[in-house]
């Protein structure tokens, strides 16, 4: 490894949902002596991405704030997205949250949420949480846009955890339900990713390139009674297509 490979490698220990590591362990994950894990937890302090912590564990640091408060201000398809989704409430129902995701480490992240303003449960789709890649409408609108080859790498790679959750799909009935998904233009899943939640998804491009899901979450019995439930497929469309026209006009 290299050694900027190995900074990325001692970063993402801390994916995995333990919150502090010592120079010891980091040394035995990335497969280098103790005195080199040392040698770059001090580099990573001093750069803030980490918080020393006593006896010789490590935390994330305050780094990564200042970071996401930049991504959040400056990123060009949050800025663009976000006055549409606030739009998308308005359109369907104050009791809605509209989610902006990306494919990311072979999962799909969420980068920006807006609120419906009325009260209802949180969607489980929240800023920088890392959400299965095979399960939900948010997830299959971005991979029924992903190039054959692509998706039949990431399909190999991931099939255990795709038969563990869904032991009834296989390859060829996966690339049925993602064409049909590709076809109509979005996708409009029920208690998949969380029981009584629906979730109705749309792709975001740039250029002819994916890049993105636009999607609305809410409780199955809000779905029922939506005023506009015949419109809200094309609200969902229309507005991942004015970004997605905005994104590749601006980039």
């Known amino acids: 490894m290299t050694v900027p490979s190995r900074i990325i490698a001692i970063l993402s220990l801390f994916t995995s949902g333990r919150t502090i590591w010592t120079a010891e362990d980091i040394a035995l994950q990335i497969g280098v002596s103790t005195s080199t894990a040392y040698r770059y937890t001090k580099e990573l302090c001093v750069a803030g991405f980490l918080d020393p912590l006593s006896p010789s564990g490590f935390s994330l640091g305050p780094a990564f704030i200042q970071y996401d408060y930049l991504l959040r201000t400056t990123d060009p398809i949050i800025h663009l997205a976000s006055p549409v989704m606030k739009q998308i409430i308005e359109q369907t129902d104050p009791r809605i949250d509209v989610v902006l995701s990306r494919l990311y480490n072979n999962c799909v992240l969420c980068i920006h949420q807006e609120n419906g303003p009325q009260p209802h449960p949180p969607t489980s789709y929240a800023r920088g949480i890392a959400m299965p890649l095979f399960v939900g409408a948010t ?7 992903m190039p054959g080859r692509a998706l039949k790498r990431l399909y190999l790679q991931k099939e255990d955890v795709i038969r563990e959750a869904l032991p009834q799909m296989t390859w060829a009935g ?16 029920i208690s ?16 002819d390139h994916i890049v993105a899901s636009l999607s609305i979450v809410m409780e199955s019995k809000v779905f029922e009674k ?7 497929f094309d609200i969902v469309k229309n507005a991942a297509a004015s970004i997605s026209n905005k994104f590749s006009a601006q980039v």
């Open 226 to 232: 939506l005023a506009v439930k015949e419109d809200v």
């Open 192 to 207: 998949e990713v969380t029981n009584s939640r629906v979730g109705l998804a749309a792709p975001v491009f740039r250029d």
């Open 174 to 189: 996966l690339k049925d339900e993602l064409k049909s998904i590709r076809k109509q233009g979005h996708c409009l899943t």
């Open 139 to 145: 997830s299959k609108v971005i991979l029924a846009h």
